[in-house]
């Protein structure tokens, strides 16, 4: 009987209970599709469900506070009511895209830790490798969007908050924050979330065996980038939270 490491699929389940094993293997012999399927399907299912249950006055409230606080000023209920529409028309046509952003997504991912073990850890890492470990260590993403699937069911409504900060799932601090917290605060704290720890341990533990580097190697090359990511999202948050 083959080991979970041993195919595309089996190593859906071995980077997740065996990612000791399951990386060595990838770094021997990488795959990708399995793992980027299942990715993209998980997220596009989440997408699309919590956009079609987005609170319609929560909606317009939030793009009422960003008018006035853009403007300096009130905001007409005409000019509401059109931000209103506009960001309808947009999401009913850009969520059928987050397939293409996901996967737009993975292919810089890898590309950021395939320049960075290349050129500041002197690894010889092929880009097919980086990728196969990137996704190969986002697949907690997918344990977290099936716990999440039944808990967006069951609701028939969700707040921008809650889809923002990772409220529907409590599984970081951002969903404990209280409901006047600003978006900056709200959204390190949203950081803090047991899926995206356990997925900075396995890109530790695959880079480790890919890239062919020490633990300490791996573990710098990949938090320094996950830092400048939570900058990133904190800086975004800075500019056009709420």
Partial sequence: MAALEDSGFGRLI????????????????????????????????????????????DLRHSIQQRMEKSRGGQASPEDVERGV????????????????????FYLILAAL?????????????????????????????????????????SRKSITMKEAQGGGILASNLGAFAPADMGAVA??????????????VCLLIIGYRAAAKVSTATAATVVVVLWVLYIAFRVGAAALFGG
């Avoid at 960001?87 to 895209?97: D, E, N, Y």
């Avoid at 709200?186 to 950081?191: A, E, K, Y």
């Fill in 14 to 57: 071995g980077a997740l209970v065996s990612p000791g094993k399951t990386f060595q293997s990838i770094a021997g012999r990488p795959t990708w599709g399995a793992a980027l399927v299942v990715l993209l399907i998980a997220t596009t299912a989440i997408g699309v469900l919590v956009n079609q249950r987005m609170d319609p006055d």
């Fill in 85 to 104: 529409e506009m960001a309808t028309k947009m999401s009913s046509v850009t969520r059928w895209l987050i397939p293409l952003f996901v996967a737009v």
């Fill in 113 to 153: 830790f395939f320049a960075a073990f290349r050129f500041f850890a002197g690894s010889s890492i092929p880009y097919r490798t980086s990728l196969s470990v990137a996704l190969h260590a986002y697949l907690p993403g997918v344990v977290a969007a099936l716990i999440t699937l039944p808990l967006i069911l």
């Fill in 186 to 199: 709200r959204t390190l704290l949203s950081t803090v979330d047991f899926f995206s720890i356990w997925t």
